[in-house]
């Protein structure tokens, strides 16, 4: 092992050890404990989902004797460990103390949140333990096992800093988007060929679990959903969402892959993954101010690239927390260049999760697209450069094909009803002269 290795396994040791302690601060909320979700390593996340079952005790101990070196040596590879520095809830910095979300024993309740406790790698690494349990349960060899698991720990490590929402913007520039950069890194980068040849698992093989292709990869879909939905629901506050438990269920229920559908045992904890995935979408990603909160900063991001106050490698290669320590400063590097649009002192302070930085702005909601278009033709051209068109979003495209046991194909989606009214309309977002 490189001495460079070697450091982040310590530091990695000591990470985990203040993790275990439960010794954590969130700024401005009251303590809380580290939730157990967030302590358990690949191995401990397996056995959590999977361990009361006496035959799987067995099978995953004799995998886990061969593969847990792989998948501790691949954690320590830079571009893997860089995962925990991207907060799994991307652009989206905090969720307003006064969201109010409906549990699911149909309560509603005021929630605190701290999305900032867990990151993508954390998303990843359950991602991982649930392929591991879907191939054990399904009777795959051991290297197709390997193969899946490392595909769903590699499968995010192409995003930039600040998630999908920069990556759009990246994209517009002309860059490959994240699924595109991963392929990249992980085809190029000589510690985690290493890892891989420690498995005995080609790159292309990896490659394709990511690109969810074949069995293994239409298996990573459903973890890689199965595996956020968990994880933010748990992370939300007080637990509003499924836990563990319902991951052993939808594992459960899955008897095979075939023909791009699942063949299961009993639809239903499908259906219920999908529908509080439509959920979190509707009551957490979705909030109508945090769309405004994301749109006001990827125009902002945006338009720092365009100042060249930042460069397009910086949120390729960096974290979120890398660019927000150098945010005061470039920013006011542009000021005493005066190059800095008046607005960017607002949009500034939103970045640290200060929401007074949105006063001044003015939203303007919209049934229709010329309607929209009409506003933005009265705009001045100071306030055109600063106007953002918010879009109807339906985020309920996804969809889950299943064969039941009496043969019988169904697709599985949330129901059309699900939409609140503000994703159905068009909203014009500026800074006012």
């Known amino acids: 092992m490189s001495r460079e290795k070697e450091q982040r396994r310590l530091e990695r040791a000591r990470d985990v050890g203040v993790l275990k302690s439960g010794r954590y601060v969130r700024l401005g909320k009251p303590d809380r404990t580290v939730p157990k979700i967030l302590q358990r390593n690949l191995y401990e996340h397996a056995f959590a989902i999977m361990g009361t079952d006496p035959r799987f005790r067995e099978w995953a101990r004799a995998f886990f004797w061969s593969y847990q070196p792989v998948f501790d040596d691949l954690e320590l590879c830079v571009s893997v460990n860089r995962l925990v520095g991207l907060p799994q809830f991307g652009i989206k910095t905090d969720v307003l103390a006064a969201q109010f979300v409906k549990g699911v024993d149909g309560v509603s309740r005021q929630v605190t949140s701290s999305p900032s406790l867990h990151a993508r790698a954390d998303h990843s690494r359950l991602a ?192 979120d927390a890398e660019i927000k320590a150098r945010l005061p400063f470039v920013v006011r590097e542009a000021k005493a260049r005066g190059i800095l649009p008046v607005w960017f002192d607002s949009v500034s302070n939103l970045a640290f999760g200060f929401f007074d930085g949105l006063v001044r702005w003015r939203v303007e909601t919209c049934l229709s697209e010329p309607e929209a278009q009409a506003v933005l033709n009265r705009l001045s051209p100071d306030e055109l450069a600063t106007s953002v068109l918010i879009k109807p979003w339906d985020y309920r495209k996804k969809t889950y094909r299943v064969i039941d046991s009496d043969g019988h194909r169904r697709n599985l989606a949330a129901p059309k009803s699900h939409i609140p009214e503000h994703m159905k309309q068009w909203h014009v977002l500026y800074y006012p002269n």
């Open 128 to 319: 991982a333990a649930i392929m591991v349990c879907f191939g054990l349960k399904l009777g795959l060899s051991g290297r197709e096992i390997a193969t899946g698991a490392l595909g769903a720990l590699l499968h995010d490590i192409g995003h930039p800093a600040f998630g999908h929402d920069l990556d759009d913007i990246l994209v517009a520039l002309g860059r490959p988007n994240h699924e595109a950069r991963g392929a990249r890194i992980i085809c190029s980068d000589p510690d985690i060929e290493e890892s891989l040849k420690m498995a005995g698992v080609e790159t292309e093989a990896v490659l394709a679990v990511i690109r969810e292709e074949g069995q293994l990869g239409r298996l990573q879909n459903i973890a890689d959903t199965l595996s956020y939905v968990v994880l933010d629901s748990q992370l939300y506050g007080e637990p509003v969402g499924p836990d563990v438990s319902f991951i052993t269920r939808v594992i459960g229920s899955v008897e095979a892959v075939e023909d791009e559908c699942y063949r299961v045992n009993d639809p239903e904890p499908i259906s219920r993954l999908i529908n509080w995935r439509a959920d979190l979408y509707r009551d957490v990603y979705g909030v109508f101010q945090q769309r405004i909160v994301a749109h006001v900063l990827r125009n902002f991001y945006r338009t720092a690239i365009n100042l060249g106050m930042f460069e397009v490698v910086d949120f390729e290669r960096g974290t």
